[in-house]
């Protein structure tokens, strides 16, 4: 049974490791001294100040401030979770990693069993894709594109490219032998249920199939290709319990194979980019999946390297695609970091570029052309103003200062600051008195590809009349958005345009977490203070709290700071049950250094004078509060999850619903309502 590593285990294990052999395996070490050095892997450096200990097994940076002991150092070099890392280390040691019991929630088991039986069927689905790209009897048409398309059968096979044949049900009827099964297919995306018929049917037919994997190479997803020009081109697998499109990297899990250390990232638009650069041996590719690159996407890259290179096709679609990656990349862009962008001529795209000119040519392209994030930002901001005037200077000074504010506070900020103040002359304390401006509006992104119609069911058509009001059962899936609207729309001919296009525009308001459950405190500070700065605190007065916490992989749903921060308190606690605050002190010092020890502590202050105000009025229930913050973050991260999938709705053509959709659709709003 799956359950924590035993402590005993984890001492004993680090006792038969030698720190020196496990670093030395990865960066080559010279001993100097007692001690051995090398040029620190985590950071950019020409002299060593990267060292290891074999007397205390304890390894440290003086340049960048990492340390800690061998588990920690292969988690962050090889950029692996916990278990993962003490499954490679016992490996090297020759043993076999125990698991205690211990106690989960049926839900929990429930969940992990649902991920697992989805994981195993994606899998399956993965071979038998693969298996019909050499086997089926019309395969020539997929390899013939293939070709055409400049691959080689070995570039398909470390990409595990396959192939899907025409018909409604071959995929159903090689995985599903029962009810049950199909009812899993559906959830991982594979299958589509027709409520009105009761049966399922591939979602999937006809295309060439890439398959999608996480950062441990764990299939979550496929994207499909249509062998001609039928729209839509690509089919994307759907929002799951194992694939959300908006924290995955196509291709990520191939780069980070392919390279022991990842230079820089190229950011694509298309499967068939990434696979074409790797065939000419570009092998550092990624490209989101169907969606702009966002911060989450930004966060994940830059775990693996420290320069990020966009990549775009030049007319107005591809500029506009590279503001709004310009805009969500600049709250991430810490010291550092680096982020560039290259266009490529209208007509052109990586594919077909680096087929027509070769790669010698396209790296060239790069390295000479490539802008950095700050030469496109201000360019981008002067597009339709004079900067030389002083009217262009006050216009590009109000535009420009509350993006520079989204920038994370560091040097870098500092030099756009100064950058800012010398271009429109004016000092940086009037430019801080403009941060407050409204954002300038960005671009729309560009419709998703739609998928194709799927059932008979989706013959019905809106009516031409738009009538009042229309019956709660009725068949149009753009109901609901009229109760919300209120408004009647006018012209008769386009009410549903109208109507469907004004909610597409508009988006659900994502209330900011709140602590309003600490009703004891002072009101002004609770306002200030999400869920998971109060269970920091409370972890951090009580560490002995974490065993009371009902599923701390919640935690992990939320990519900001203090989540991730809180997620790695909570596992630290649970998985040492003994800890007091001392010895949590030296282990996170330890474990994740001084400035990470700084903001836990920080946060820690920040939550414990809102708890003691409520501990000194007597009426105050630690564990109370514990489960109140855990429910604000199960509902925001419900209220997401709905929000996701009314995106994943509206971005469909009203006849392409199905009946399920349909009502799902009204659920979803009258939920959100």
Request: net charge negative.
């Amino acid at each position: 049974m799956s359950g924590r590593i035993p402590q005993s285990f984890l001492d004993d294990l680090l006792d038969r490791i030698d720190i020196v052999d496990v670093v030395d395996h990865r960066v080559k070490l010279k001993k100097t001294g007692k001690n051995y050095s090398a040029c620190c892997p985590f950071h950019e450096e020409k002299t060593p100040s990267f060292t290891v200990s074999p007397d205390k097994q304890f390894y440290y940076c003086f340049g960048c401030g990492a340390s800690g002991n061998a588990l920690g150092f292969v988690m962050e070099y090889e950029h692996l979770d916990f278990p993962n890392a003490v499954d490679e280390l016992a490996k090297l040691a020759g043993v076999e990693v125990p698991k205690e019991k211990q106690n989960i929630s049926p839900a929990q088991k429930e969940r992990e069993k649902q991920r697992q039986e989805i994981f195993t069927l994606l899998e399956k689905a993965d071979a038998y894709y693969q298996l019909q790209l050499r086997q089926n009897t019309h395969k020539t048409q997929a390899i013939n594109y293939l070709k055409s398309r400049g691959l080689s059968g070995e570039i398909c096979k470390r990409f595990g490219i396959g192939y899907v044949p025409a018909g409604w049900d071959n995929l159903k009827q090689e995985l599903a032998n029962d009810q049950s099964t199909c009812k899993r297919l559906e959830e991982a995306g594979m299958l589509i249920h027709n409520q009105n018929k009761n049966s399922y049917y591939d979602r999937f037919r006809e295309r060439i199939m890439f398959p999608i994997r996480d950062r441990r190479g764990r299939v979550i997803g496929f994207g499909g290709r249509v062998l001609g020009d039928e729209k839509p081109k690509y089919l994307n697998s759907p929002e799951t319990p194992v694939f959300h499109k908006g924290e995955e990297l196509y291709g990520l899990w191939e780069a980070r194979q392919a390279n022991s250390q990842i230079q820089r990232l190229l950011v694509v638009e298309g499967y068939m980019d990434v696979v074409a650069l790797a065939q000419f041996d570009i092998n550092y590719t990624v490209a989101t999946l169907g969606t702009a690159c966002g911060e989450a996407h930004l966060r994940l890259a830059f775990k693996y390297t420290q320069e990020i290179i966009f990549c775009f096709d030049g007319d107005e679609a591809g500029r506009n695609a590279a503001k709004r990656a310009l805009s969500n990349s600049l709250p991430v862009m810490t010291d550092g970091l680096q982020i560039k962008f290259l266009f490529l001529e209208d007509g052109q795209d990586p594919d077909s570029y680096v087929r027509q000119f070769g790669k010698d040519k396209f790296l060239q392209r790069i390295d000479e052309t490539a802008s950095p994030l700050e030469d496109f930002l201000f360019d981008s901001l002067c597009e339709d103003i004079d900067a030389s005037t002083m009217g262009g200077k006050a216009q590009l000074s109000k535009r420009a200062a509350p993006m520079l504010n989204l920038l994370p506070k560091g040097v870098y900020r500092e030099l756009m600051f100064k950058h800012l103040a010398k271009r429109t002359e004016l000092s940086l304390d009037t430019l801080l008195e403009l941060i407050d401006q409204p954002l300038p509006p960005l671009p729309k992104e560009s419709p998703a590809p739609k998928e194709e119609p799927q059932a008979e069911a989706l013959t019905t058509t809106a009516p031409q009349e738009f009538p009042e009001q229309l019956p709660p059962d009725g068949d149009n899936p753009w109901q609901a958005y009229e109760a919300l609207a209120e408004q009647h729309v006018e012209d008769s001919n386009d009410h549903y345009t109208t109507a469907i296009d004004s909610y597409r525009e508009s988006e659900p308001p994502s209330a900011p977490l709140s602590s309003d459950s600490i009703g004891r405190g002072s009101k002004e500070q609770d306002n200030k203070l999400s869920p998971q700065k109060l269970l920091i605190g409370l972890l951090m007065s009580r560490p002995e709290l974490a065993k009371e916490l009902d599923d701390i992989e919640l935690f992990s749903h939320f990519k900001d700071a203090d989540s991730q921060l809180l997620l790695r308190l909570a596992r630290c606690l649970q998985s040492r049950p003994h800890f007091n605050i001392h010895q949590l002190t030296g282990h996170w010092l330890a474990s994740y250094g001084q400035q990470e020890w700084q903001k836990l502590k920080g946060i820690a202050e920040q939550s414990t004078s809102v708890l003691s105000a409520a501990m000194r009025e007597g009426n105050f229930d630690d564990n109370a509060e514990l489960k109140a913050c855990e429910d604000k973050l199960l509902q925001q991260q419900q209220r997401q999850s709905r929000q996701n999938k009314l995106k994943e709705l509206k971005s469909k053509a009203f006849n392409e619903l199905s009946t399920e959709e349909k009502t799902l659709f009204r659920q979803l709003i009258q939920q959100g309502h």
